[in-house]
């Protein structure tokens, strides 16, 4: 039930003071007066704690269970960076204030740039991209731009099948073509598909390492070395980082330009549609390129340089998303570079312990070492009549959020396969009981498969038919009045 | 697995089946099975001239989105209007009322580098 259809008219919770406030309208701004009161719930204010308290329990998130998404790195965010992020230093400074007053806030972003540069081996950094995705298309921007100012012929960009969709998406935002690079039988680049495409038409290629299936790129020198040979550039999509933090820096393997997701790697809140940050690193003879304005600092003193002739422009309002820049300087300043290879060694050997424990049941898509995730197949399962959706389901019940089913995409089609991200916050005994619960549902697949098929029983919400809903969308909430 | 005998296949699993000159276009039985039920196919626009390989539209399942390609070179005729306002009819007739789209060929010696329905059906084979 809505608030809306809980609404009694007279009842209240808060006072506007709407006729107060429509006489004085009137007085003195007649054309911005209203007519009547918007139709807002009228509820009172023991309905709605009770509301939005009720809603919060449906819920679930890395604060009330284990949350091991793979792709997303649904790890635990500290409470500490709240805590920061809403200090009134922080808050009730404005973005037009002018730089002397806002000091504290450009130190603040200089210093997260400069902890950016150590972990990545870049130059330089912009702070402003406001998810990865956003974070993707600035890259590609300083990249065409960069191509369009040296070799205006290279228009395309190779992209490995594995790759996240965004980013063939930001590549052709960006203006440029996209080239698919087949992956060999190990779920790496093929070197000879390469060899074939990377020509001077090619401006540059997108990779993620670990790549999108959780392995390392092990060919990564050599692709680095031939691309560059050849007058392309790297680009990095952080997207893994979390499993190469203080092990291995994008910067010295070659990568011209990265982006980071700070909701990933850096423990800022996952979106939601909420605010992000994507900082875009580049190399030196990249750093003109970067979007306005700058942070940087002169003898002593932070400021925003504007003075950038051949940037890409801006790519969103003021600083960036500062209250979530903050959140990640925070998790960085706590870990200290101990605490950070200490936390990618933990991602990585957390993925490793899953894949052990349940390689009998669900085989794992490769057989090699993973990175921070791992893929593992539920192929097997359809003679019992159920597929890796209902084994989904069915871990709802066992009180966990599911792993992310038919990914990564192996194309052309979705296969039976999860991916499982642990990441490092978790206990061995958390993963213990997860693993358990798998193995029981793959024995109950076998003995009683109707329990899974109409999985899950136990949640606020049952099997939905989502099928029915996607054909049928219904974008717009409308009550039982029809209003 | 239904496989259609007078129709060719393309190894990304489209069909082409040609009627009096025209070419119809479609993704096999074996596909929507891998899709799992479609939600929703995008669009083709008529009139457009496409090389064989040429992506021709997407589909998504409650899967995933999956890219279709043309497995013959034309001028789009027509569209089956009725799949995009029904994308089930991509499963439950992949190879009738599941139809894409109508080419005019413009090279019809392509047909002989596709697969036949006996050698689609090895090629598939599970």
């Known amino acids: 039930m809505t608030l809306f259809e809980k609404s009694v008219a007279g009842r209240s919770a808060f006072s506007f003071g709407f006729e107060e406030d429509r006489a004085v309208a009137e007085r003195y701004v007649p054309e911005f007066a209203r007519a009547a009161v918007k139709p807002l719930p009228q509820v009172a204010e023991l309905d709605l704690v009770r509301h939005f308290t009720n809603l919060a329990t449906m819920n679930y998130g890395v604060d009330t269970g284990f949350y091991p998404l793979g792709s997303c790195t649904m790890k635990y965010n500290p409470k500490i960076n709240e805590r920061m992020a809403a200090d009134p230093r922080l808050t009730v400074r404005h973005p037009l204030d002018n730089a002397t007053d806002n000091q504290g806030i450009l130190q603040m972003e200089f210093e997260l740039k400069e902890c950016l540069q150590e972990i990545t081996g870049m130059d330089d950094f912009t702070l402003q991209p406001a998810c990865g995705a956003h974070g993707e298309l600035a890259g590609m921007l300083i990249i065409h731009a960069y191509m369009r100012d040296h070799d205006a012929k290279r228009t395309k960009v190779l992209i490995p099948d594995s790759a996240h969709g965004t980013n063939p998406a930001s590549a052709t935002m960006a203006g440029f073509q996209v080239v698919t690079v087949p992956s060999n039988e190990r779920g790496g680049v093929d070197m000879d598909a390469l060899d074939k495409l990377m020509d001077d038409t090619v401006a540059a290629i997108m990779l993620t390492n670990p790549n999108t299936v959780g392995l390392f790129e092990e060919n990564i020198t050599q692709i680095a070395e031939l691309v560059h040979a050849r007058g392309g550039l790297l680009y990095y999509d952080g997207a893994n980082l979390n499993a190469l933090m203080g092990l291995i820096r994008p910067g010295d393997l070659g990568f011209d330009v990265v982006h980071l997701n700070l909701h990933k790697t850096f423990s800022t809140p996952h979106g939601g549609g909420g605010p992000g940050a994507a900082p875009v690193g580049v190399k030196k003879f990249l750093a003109d390129y970067l979007p306005i304005p700058v942070v940087v600092c002169r003898d002593g003193q932070y400021a925003l340089d504007e003075n950038r002739p051949h940037t890409i422009g801006r790519m969103s309002g003021f600083y960036g998303n500062t209250a979530v820049l903050a959140r990640a300087y925070v998790y960085i300043k706590m870990m200290g570079r101990d605490g950070l290879l200490a936390t990618s060694r933990a991602a990585v050997i957390n993925a490793n312990y899953v894949k052990a424990l349940l390689s009998p049941y669900f085989p794992p898509a490769y057989d090699r070492p993973v990175m921070h995730e791992t893929v593992l197949s539920a192929k097997g399962y359809d003679k019992y009549g159920v597929t890796l959706l209902d084994i989904a389901k069915r871990l709802m019940d066992y009180g966990y959020h599911p792993p992310t089913i038919y990914f990564p995409h192996f194309p052309p089609y979705a296969e039976e396969v999860m991916m499982v991200e642990p990441t490092e916050s978790e206990s061995k005994e958390t993963m213990d009981s997860f693993c358990d619960a798998l193995i029981k549902i793959s024995q109950e697949a076998k003995e009683n498969p109707d329990l899974l098929l109409s999985a899950p029983h136990d949640t606020v919400v049952t099997r939905v038919n989502e099928t029915y809903a996607a054909r049928h969308l219904v974008t717009s909430h409308r009550d039982k009045k029809g209003t | ?126």
């Open chain 2, 1 to 126: 697995m239904k496989i259609q005998s007078d129709a060719r296949y393309a190894k990304s699993d489209e069909w082409v089946r040609v009627e009096g000159g025209v070419a119809f276009v479609g993704v096999s039985d074996y596909a929507q099975g891998k899709l799992g039920d479609v939600v929703f196919v995008g669009d083709i626009s008529v009139g457009s001239t496409l090389k064989a390989g040429d992506l021709l539209t997407s589909v998504e399942s409650v899967k995933a989105a999956s890219d279709v390609y043309t497995p013959v070179s034309g001028k789009v005729l027509e569209v089956n209007h009725e799949v995009t306002a029904k994308p089930e009819l991509l499963n439950s007739d992949a190879f009738g009322a599941g139809w894409l789209a109508k080419i005019e060929l413009s090279n019809p010696d392509e047909l002989n580098g596709l697969m036949s329905a006996t050698d689609y059906a090895e090629y598939r084979k599970e």
